[in-house]
């Protein structure tokens, strides 16, 4: 079976654009979440979609933002990056809203330069 | 606030030396705790989950444990495959129906043969 799939693996953008990450879910899933992650610190909660609907969100800057798709996979759009936005970002699924595990894509790496 | 510590930050241990990895938190009304392995440059691969105190969930030479404040991961006769970071998550409840996990900032450990 496939797991969670991101796409692209690593970006270069310049300050001031706009980026899109992609994210395909393990089949099944119904949850995706995304998360930032810095070189040597753990993974930053960004958002959460169950069902399409969004069931929460981290302490990140409006020039965040994401959808959930009909068939469960996911964008995370940020506007306007920023040198701070380079990170790696993560996709995980899950089966459920909350209480079971979640199960992550090898990342999109974001370089701003 | 919830919150993850976890120590120690870098573990460099000879092939065969058995340990443990700690994880303290604080959260409101506990979902689950995750343990996942990073290798550089990848997504994290998910180990294990704990549910309620005095649980334990053993695979290969990893073995989890869960307390009320903590979780530890003892890593019994490692190898230097076991070298990665480790991190640990806490899913809370309270009134949310959130998916979030909070994260400690990874616990290193380098294995030498």
């Known amino acids: 079976d496939a797991g969670v799939t991101q796409s692209p693996t690593h970006l270069i953008k310049t300050r001031g654009q706009h980026v899109t990450l992609r994210c395909s879910p393990i089949?099944?899933?119904?949850?995706v979440s995304w998360y930032q992650q810095v070189l040597g610190q753990g993974p930053q909660f960004i958002f959460q979609?169950?069902?399409?609907?969004?069931?929460g969100r981290g302490n990140f800057p409006d020039r965040f933002s994401a959808r959930q798709f009909p068939n469960y996979s996911s964008e995370l759009n940020v506007n306007a990056l920023l040198l701070g936005d380079s990170a790696l970002y993560l996709c995980?699924?899950?089966?459920?809203?909350?209480?079971?595990?979640?199960?992550f894509g090898q990342g999109t790496r974001l370089t701003v330069v | 606030e919830d919150q993850v510590t976890q120590s120690p930050e870098a573990l460099r241990l000879q092939e065969g030396e058995s340990s443990s990895l700690n994880c303290s938190y604080t959260?409101?009304?506990?979902?689950?705790l995750f343990w996942y392995r990073q290798d550089p440059g990848k997504g994290p691969e998910f180990l294990f989950t704990?549910?309620?105190a005095g649980e334990e969930k053993e695979k290969e030479r990893l073995k989890a444990t869960l307390t009320k404040k903590e979780s530890f991961l003892h890593i019994t006769a490692p190898k230097p495959e076991d070298s990665a970071t480790y991190l640990c998550?806490?899913?809370?409840?309270?009134?949310?129906?959130?998916?979030?996990?909070?994260f400690g900032q990874g616990t290193t450990l380098q294995v030498k043969p």
């Open positions: 995980a699924s899950s089966p459920q809203g909350f209480g079971s595990e979640a199960f």
């Open positions: 089949s099944g899933h119904k949850s």
């Open positions: 979609y169950y069902e399409k609907e969004e069931r």
């Open positions: 959260v409101s009304g506990l979902r689950g």
């Open positions: 704990l549910y309620s």
């Open positions: 998550a806490v899913q809370g409840g309270g009134s949310s129906n959130t998916g979030k996990l909070i």
